[in-house]
């Protein structure tokens, strides 16, 4: 059974704080994504890597680094956090295009992010 | 205009009825199309997954794309109290890459 974890539920921070939100997954997953939900806006994407060390933007990087050091592990960094950084942030992890689900996402519980 | 559009809801329905739930898009070039599924406080599941054109079945789940519309359906029969979730719709252009989510649309089915 896949199991995406998340480190933190709920977490509040004050602006300017750096946050770490980590993110580990027990299927060796190559595929980690991170995105953001907000009421009406849907997922969005903020970075997603598909090897180790690998990184690439997605549609709303801005704010945000990540790092993956680890096939299991995905951290999402918010270098200074902001009040519009305040959101749910979900973690996913997929297998690569090679297999015959790469379609599907498998995603963590999330985190609830308030930043005051 | 938004690459995917969906009704936020909230759908409220009877027990036992019917839902069909949908997405618009904008970009022809999608052809992968995914349903998933997201109860309060839980991070999505996939519900189901259709290649292009064509329907899905699966139990009491019926996905159907039509691609020259650029419109997507859910269908849940016999809907059950348990099927009460945020609902998403998912696409692709590449297979297992660059996805696109749809806002949601809240379902409550009532007993």
């Known amino acids: 059974d896949v199991k995406v974890t998340q480190s933190s539920r709920y977490l509040v921070k004050r602006t300017g704080e750096k946050v770490f939100l980590e993110c580990v997954q027990d299927?060796?997953?190559?595929?980690m994504f991170w995105y953001r939900q907000d009421p009406g806006l849907g997922l969005r994407l903020i970075y997603f890597?598909?090897?180790?060390?690998?990184?690439e933007k997605g549609d709303i990087p801005e704010g945000y680094s990540v790092s993956r050091e680890k096939k299991e592990r995905f951290s999402l960094i918010l270098e200074s956090a902001s009040t519009n950084q305040t959101s749910m942030y979900l973690c996913?992890?997929?297998?690569?295009?090679?297999?015959?689900?790469?379609?599907?996402?498998?995603f963590g519980p999330g985190t609830r992010l308030t930043v005051t | 205009q938004k690459e995917v559009e969906q009704d936020p809801g909230p759908l409220s329905v009877p027990e036992g009825a019917i839902v069909s739930l949908n997405c618009t898009y904008s970009?022809?070039?999608?052809?992968?199309f995914m349903w998933y599924r997201q109860y309060s406080r839980k991070g999505p599941e996939l519900l189901m997954y259709?290649?292009?054109?064509g329907n899905k079945e699966d139990g009491r789940f019926t996905a159907q794309v039509d691609k020259s519309s650029k419109y997507i359906s859910l269908f849940i029969r016999d809907s059950q109290p348990s099927d009460s979730a945020t609902y998403l719709c998912?696409?692709?252009?590449?297979?297992?890459?660059?996805?696109?989510f749809g806002p949601g649309t809240r379902l409550s089915v009532l007993p």
């Open positions: 259709t290649y292009s054109s």
């Open positions: 970009n022809s070039a999608f052809q992968y």
């Open positions: 299927m060796d997953h190559e595929n």
């Open positions: 998912a696409m692709s252009r590449l297979y297992g890459q660059n996805f696109v």
């Open positions: 996913a992890s997929s297998f690569t295009t090679g297999t015959g689900s790469a379609y599907e996402q498998y």
């Open positions: 890597s598909y090897d180790v060390k690998m990184k």
